[in-house]
């Protein structure tokens, strides 16, 4: 009766080493992350950056940051490819994922508006968003600029 006991306590512990890892297959070890962001160099190679840098396509911004927060693409340096870098445009106050928001090329300020509405044109309001052309012949927009403004306004009549 003692036999037939040791016997089976013999089947039970060697049946898990049967269902255990493959050699070779070690889930415990730490992923490989060569430049130590947040990607693993598997997620890399799926991604397409470079697991040697941090900033892969050189525009300024890490990789995981323009994946995981501002949402522009870690493999290009100009997400929409309106010709400002994806860093520029977050300096300027552009959307870099938007073409049709670029940085004023005369060199303007580019601000943030915020929620703005029009309350009068008396001294003290908000007036009016008005669309002007500035020297270099581009449409400038009067709510991207912040502070008090003296406006020239001149006529003529005949
Ligand atoms: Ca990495
Ligand atoms: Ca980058
Ligand atoms: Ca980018
Ligand atoms: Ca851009």
Redesign the pocket.
């Known amino acids: 009766m003692r036999g037939s006991l040791v016997l089976a306590a013999g089947i039970l512990v060697a049946l898990p080493s049967g269902c255990g890892p493959a050699p070779g297959d070690d889930d415990d070890a730490p992923a490989e992350n060569t430049d130590g962001d947040c990607l693993t160099d598997a997620e890399e190679a799926e991604l397409g950056t470079d697991p040697a840098s941090t900033d892969s396509d050189g525009d300024g911004l890490e990789d995981c940051a323009e994946r995981d927060e501002i949402g522009t693409d870690p493999t290009l340096a ?9 860093a520029e ?1 977050i300096a300027c106050v552009s959307d ?1 994922a938007d ?1 049709a928001e ?1 940085c004023y090329a005369c060199g303007w300020p580019h601000g943030d508006p915020g929620d703005l509405e029009s309350t009068g044109a008396d001294e003290g309001d908000v007036i009016a968003n008005l669309a002007l052309w500035d020297q270099c012949g581009e449409e400038v927009h009067l709510w991207d600029f912040t502070g008090p403004y003296y406006i020239l306004y001149a006529t003529a009549e005949w």
Request: glycine share 16%; net charge negative; no cysteine.
């Open positions: 100009d997400t929409d490819g309106d010709g400002f870098d994806d445009e870099p073409a670029t």
